[in-house]
Nanobody, 120 residues
């Protein structure tokens, strides 16, 4: 069974920084892409950033130049460094792992979410 566990959310002032981390556990052979999504109250979940196993990254326009995604394939972890935070970055952030290959399955998984609140 695969689980994603996130950490690092919290309350920060405008212009501050936070680092989110996510670890995938289980008998995992490979993970295609890992990424972060967020959902603000009353809004749909949206992509923040993704990174493939080869290191190709993709960012939402709203976070380009402020957020950096990184990944450790050997440890099945993904991190999101968030700088110059804005009030509009306030949301629940979800870790995602796509096409996770185990001994018996291939599937996608979500973490439980971690709250990020940017106060002005």
């Amino acid at each position: 069974q695969v689980q994603l566990v996130e950490s690092g959310g919290g309350l920060v002032q405008v212009g501050g920084s936070l680092r989110l981390s996510c670890a995938a556990s289980g008998t995992i052979f490979s993970i295609n892409a890992m990424g972060w999504y967020r959902q603000a109250p009353g809004k749909q979940r949206e992509l923040v950033a993704t990174i493939t196993s080869g290191g190709t990254t993709n960012y939402a326009d709203s976070v380009k130049g402020r957020f950096t995604i990184s990944r450790d394939n050997a440890k099945n972890t993904v991190s999101l460094q968030m700088n110059s935070l804005k009030p509009e970055d306030t949301a629940v952030y979800y870790c995602n792992a796509d096409r996770v290959r185990t001994i018996t399955t291939i599937g996608g998984y979500w973490g439980q979410g971690t709250q990020v609140t940017v106060s002005s």
